[in-house]
């Protein structure tokens, strides 16, 4: 499912959108738990929030996404794309940060030794 994450663990829109993606077609809560990667108590707390917020309809023990709900995933998705690219930006700057201070240092101890030849 996702592979998006600023950080070992997921945030809480990445589960939610996990378990949007997992109901798309029709899932029942096992094949969402394994599909989201989720244990069974987060499943149990994010099928709450889904079904609560209107992405997803149960119809008898199988979960669907509501037509807000494939919007929302379509908003997150979109999202995530969007962030994959600032990332990537920030990263390319922190990147960049990394090198300029270096020449500076660089430049720094070459003009330090010249004024120590200098001195002597």
């Known amino acids: 499912m996702s592979k998006f ?12 959108t996990d378990v949007l993606e997992a109901a798309k ?4 809560k096992t094949m969402i738990m394994s599909l989201a990667n989720l244990s069974f108590k987060l499943l149990e ?41 600032a990332q990537t930006i920030v990263a390319a ?7 300029l201070w270096r020449q500076c240092e660089e430049r720094l101890i070459g003009e330090l030794r010249l004024g120590k030849d200098k001195h002597s």
């Open 5 to 16: 994450y600023l950080s070992k663990n997921r945030d809480r829109l990445s589960i939610v």
């Open 93 to 99: 700057l922190g990147s960049e940060h990394e090198e």
């Open 45 to 85: 707390k994010y099928l709450y929030v889904a079904v609560s917020s209107g992405f997803i309809q149960i119809d008898h023990s199988t979960y669907f996404l509501t037509q807000d709900g494939a919007d929302f995933l379509k908003r997150c998705k979109a999202f995530r794309k969007r962030y994959a690219r």
């Open 25 to 28: 077609t029709g899932a029942n």
